[in-house]
């Protein structure tokens, strides 16, 4: 069984790979910033597709509007 498992994640991460960038970046951005950290330190390709600035930006405008919407003044604070 150990070796099917390991055989589906290498098959997930040839997709992953052969996905366009821009199609990466929606997904990454999606994610709260220390995630889509996490992610470009799992290797050196996904390191490569992070460098980006407008990804960045996105992840940034994204978790920014989220902590608005909960009621948090700035990211990691909430309303008491």
């Given at each position: ?33 220390c995630?889509?950290v ?43």
């Amino acid at each position: 069984m150990e070796g099917a498992e390991q055989g589906s994640t290498k098959d997930l991460s040839v997709v992953w790979n052969r996905l366009p960038l821009e199609l990466q970046h929606e997904v990454w951005a999606l994610l709260p910033p220390c995630d889509a950290v996490m992610l470009s330190l799992v290797c050196h390709q996904w390191r490569e597709a992070s460098q980006t600035e407008s990804l960045w930006r996105t992840i940034h405008h994204r978790f920014t509007f989220r902590s608005l919407l909960n009621g948090e003044e700035r990211i990691g604070t909430k309303h008491h």
